[in-house]
Nanobody, 122 residues
Framework: QVRLAESGGGLVQAGASLTLSCVGS????????VAWFRQVPGKEREFVAA????????NYADSVKGRFTISRDKAKNTVYLAMSDLKPEDTAVYYC???????????????WGQGTQVTVSS
């Protein structure tokens, strides 16, 4: 079983940068595909970025392409989401997810963290 814990969220101004961390435990975390999703109240949880099996391809939602970067540090059992040029529309709870399939679909991921709030003020 994989356990995930996100951190790094906070309140920032538009244009700022922030890096989220997802620390995973379990025997397969360092090789499983991992993704970041985000959700605002009243809306569906949406795909943000994913990284495949190590070394892994990466994929991004169009809305964050060029601003966000997903990466993995095996030594630290951590997947990062580096976010730059943040916009108010990036405000959401960000979730880390791990699973067997490298995908943009929520259904592909079995394990989820509790989420970390990112708020971007204008």
């Amino acid at each position: 079983q994989v356990r995930l814990a996100e951190s790094g969220g906070g309140l920032v101004q538009a244009g700022a940068s922030l890096t989220l961390s997802c620390v995973g435990s379990g025997p397969t975390f360092n090789i499983d595909p991992v993704a970041w999703f985000r959700q605002v109240p009243g809306k569906e949880r949406e795909f943000v970025a994913a990284i495949g099996r190590n070394p892994g391809p990466t994929n991004y939602a169009d809305s964050v392409k060029g601003r966000f970067t997903i990466s993995r540090d095996k030594a630290k059992n951590t997947v990062y989401l580096a976010m730059s040029d943040l916009k108010p529309e990036d405000t959401a709870v960000y979730y880390c997810a791990a699973g067997n399939y490298y995908s943009k679909l929520r259904e592909s991921y079995t394990y989820w963290g509790q989420g970390t709030q990112v708020t971007v003020s204008s």
